[in-house]
T-cell receptor
């Protein structure tokens, strides 16, 4: 049973560029949440997708957008990259029918903006 | 504004010691409190707590929630070097999950 997978593992971009990160949820999960984790900090909630819709959003600018596909996989897009966007981006999946809040995390994508 | 505060931020102990990690929160529409262990990248799930006063245990780890005082603790007994990690507390409110900054635990041999 495959867990949560993310791609790519690492990414280096230049300020002003755009990036797309991908996530495949654990088998049987239909909900995907994205988090940004800066060095030395806890993960910060970006948004959650369910039924291909953004269900809730954290305090992130519109430069951060996402998408969920019919197979429940998801993408995180970040436009006009800033140096401060350098972080570990984590995807977590959960089941809408499961225990509320129990999420399984992927290994993350390490984004470096130069 | 929703917040989760963990203490201490870091802790150094010797193998065999018992440690207590603290988590306080103010989150609207509380649903659950979760503890995770993060060693390299992906946080791994430890406990989910939804009811006050019910202790959850897994081996040497245990946790309890106080919904009146908005507080949870994570206990680790007989610590081992493999317990060295960042321990994250998170609270789910509505459809979002708010994490604390974590407690960095280092266990010396």
């Amino acid at each position: 049973d495959a867990g949560v997978t993310q791609s790519p593992t690492h990414l280096i971009k230049t300020r002003g560029q755009q990036v797309t990160l991908r996530c495949s949820p654990k088998s049987g999960h239909d909900t995907v949440s994205w988090y940004q984790q800066a060095l030395g900090q806890g993960p910060q909630f970006i948004f959650q997708y369910y039924e291909e819709e953004e269900r809730q959003r954290g305090n992130f600018p519109d430069r951060f957008s996402g998408h969920q596909f019919p197979n429940y996989s998801s993408e995180l897009n970040v436009n006009a990259l800033l140096l401060g966007d350098s972080a570990l981006y984590l995807c977590a999946s959960s089941s809408s029918r499961g225990a509320q809040g129990e999420q399984y995390f992927g290994p993350g994508t390490r984004l470096t903006v130069t | 504004e929703d917040k989760v505060v963990q203490s201490p931020l870091s802790l150094v102990v010797h193998e065999g010691d018992t440690v207590t990690l603290n988590c306080s929160y103010e989150v609207t529409n509380f649903r659950s409190l979760l503890w995770y262990k993060q060693e390299k990248k992906a946080p791994t799930f430890l406990f989910m707590l939804t009811s006050s006063g019910i202790e959850k245990k897994s081996g040497r780890l245990s946790s309890i929630l106080d919904k009146k005082e908005l507080f949870s603790i994570l206990n680790i007994t007989a610590t081992q070097t493999g317990d060295s990690a960042i321990y994250l507390c998170a609270v789910t409110g509505g459809f979002k999950t708010i994490f604390g900054a974590g407690t960095r635990l280092f266990v010396k041999a």
